[in-house]
């Protein structure tokens, strides 16, 4: 079968080329009955531009850039699968690069070897995302609250989650409450902490500095920062709020060494819901959050800034996943 070019369009709708290809592309210039009746007939002949020829035309790459600070775990393998089928359905290949350098990224985006990018960083501050914006180059921040003409954020709802997972654990009637922090100066680590803080001062109650361990999301850390404390001789936490389903597993494990069972003695959740939480006994209490979901807002979005100005704000919402790890406090 004779593939359709632009010309059998153009001769079919009895037009210019140009006209053809302004009409496909929006521009204002064409009249909006002959772009109605040019569609049509592009339809009707099932024709299918050449996507990657127009990019390269342009100067473009056909590459976006998923700049993240870490590559392991759940977490981080879904995210990016998730990018690379969203983004090859539209002509365009996903790089990944393992950095913490603001330079590197800068200098990746000037260089016009990428048209777009999807950053998970923690070392972006206000001044270095500024800067970022007046490249107009379409970036999507996925831990940082910051739009522009070509810049959006695509987020989770972390200060609602750690709020949801306090009041929870409060209502189960539990007194001291524990949370294990994730990353300082991660977004999610801040608004879940800010989030879980406020459910206690709501119901009267204060943060306890030493009721607050840095987990670090990840599990070793959390295990040994549960160990010291419970071997400082600190009276043990009634209930506990991981960043992370790492670091609950990691404080499971630290507080079974002491004796401590789950949920008898100690309720224990985790925020992510990953594919860990039904491999622990008893399973795992968390608040589900879909990395596939946010892999998928971020890619439309900026594939939508290819082509559009003003960035937006995403957010996602997290659900109370509740199993085996957190049980009703009763008085002693």
Do not use: W
Not at 13 to 25: I, R
Not at 67 to 79: N, T
Not at 141 to 160: N, P
Not at 293 to 304: M, S
Request: glycine share 8%; charged share 25%.
């Amino acid at each position: 079968m004779k593939k359709i070019t632009i010309k059998d369009v153009a001769r079919e709708a009895g037009v210019s080329v140009a006209t053809v290809s302004n009409a496909l592309n929006n521009l204002d210039v064409v009249q909006p009955k002959t772009r109605e009746h040019v569609l049509a007939v592009a339809q009707r002949l099932n024709y299918i531009p050449n996507a990657m020829g127009k990019r390269l035309r342009g100067g473009q790459s056909s590459a976006i850039g998923l700049f993240v600070s870490a590559i392991a775990g759940v977490y981080y393998g879904s995210l990016t699968e998730t990018m690379h089928y969203a983004l090859q359905k539209q002509g365009y290949e996903l790089q990944v690069y393992i950095t913490d350098s603001v330079h590197t990224i800068m200098e990746k985006l000037t260089g016009h070897n990428l048209d777009g990018a999807i950053i998970h960083c923690n070392s972006f501050n206000e001044a270095q995302a500024d800067a970022l914006n007046r490249l107009g180059v379409p970036i999507v921040f996925l831990d940082m609250e910051k739009t522009g003409a070509k810049m959006s954020g695509v987020l989770f709802e972390s200060y609602e989650n750690g709020y949801m997972a306090a009041d929870y654990l409060l209502g189960l009637g539990h007194k001291r409450l524990m949370h294990i922090f994730g990353v300082p100066g991660n977004y999610d680590s801040e608004q879940r902490f800010r989030g879980y803080a406020q459910a206690l001062k709501d119901a009267g109650m204060a943060v306890e500095p030493e009721y607050v361990l840095n987990g670090r999301f990840e599990r070793a850390t959390a295990y040994r920062e549960m160990r010291r404390f419970l071997q400082e001789g600190h009276t043990p936490p009634d209930a506990v709020f991981a960043a992370n389903d790492y670091s609950a597993i990691g404080c499971i494990e630290a507080l079974r060494e002491f004796g401590l069972r789950v949920p008898e003695d100690v309720s224990v959740m985790g925020c992510d819901d990953n594919a860990l939480c039904d491999f622990v006994s008893p399973k795992l209490t968390t608040i589900r959050l879909s990395e596939r979901d946010q892999a998928t807002y971020a890619a439309r979005e900026v594939l939508r800034l290819l082509s559009q100005s003003g960035g937006r704000v995403e957010r996602i919402s997290g659900a109370l996943i509740v199993r085996g790890t957190c049980k009703i406090r009763t008085e002693d």
